[in-house]
């Protein structure tokens, strides 16, 4: 048996009055791959069109996002116990987050461990947004 990969209908699902409900289609905008360490951070620059990425790590790390113009006070270490860190995500080993992000800087800082991390730049993307999908059923 054939398998079909073209999709029936852009949005398969509707609310009970018979409006679409539309799936998110992503775009690729580009991968960046980079090791890391635990003793000292290292930087990524997200480029302006990002809105959001996917993050995958072999060890687990922290990824700090800021634009450029407040650079200076990013992560130097470990976060400190107890205390809020801006913009900040964990990124546990082998599991795959996905965060919305502006351009500036990302800084890399493994928990315990050197590895790598691997950042899928994304944005939405609406080339299916055509006249059919607005049909009530």
């Known amino acids: 048996m054939a398998l079909n990969n073209v999709p029936r209908e852009n949005y398969p699902f509707s609310t009970a009055e018979g409006s679409a409900i539309p799936l998110d289609i992503l775009k ?16 990524i620059n997200i480029p302006e069109s990002s809105g959001v ?5 072999s060890e ?3 990824v700090q996002f800021k634009d ?4 200076t006070p990013l992560l130097p270490s470990v976060p400190v116990n107890n205390v809020l860190t801006e913009g900040m995500v964990f990124v546990p ?19 315990a461990n050197s ?10 993307w609406n080339a299916l947004d055509i ?5 009530r059923r």
């Not at 590895?115 to 939405?124: A, D, E, H, S």
């Open 131 to 135: 006249d059919q999908n607005y049909t």
């Open 60 to 62: 687990a790390c922290f």
């Open 93 to 111: 080993a082998g599991h795959v987050i996905a965060v919305a992000i502006s351009q500036g800087i990302a800084r890399v800082l493994g928990l």
């Open 115 to 124: 590895g790598y991390i691997v950042v899928q730049l994304v944005t939405r």
């Open 53 to 57: 990425c996917f993050l995958y790590a």
């Open 28 to 43: 690729s905008e580009g991968l960046i791959y980079t090791t890391f360490d635990a003793t000292a951070a290292i930087d």
């Open 68 to 71: 450029e113009a407040v650079i």
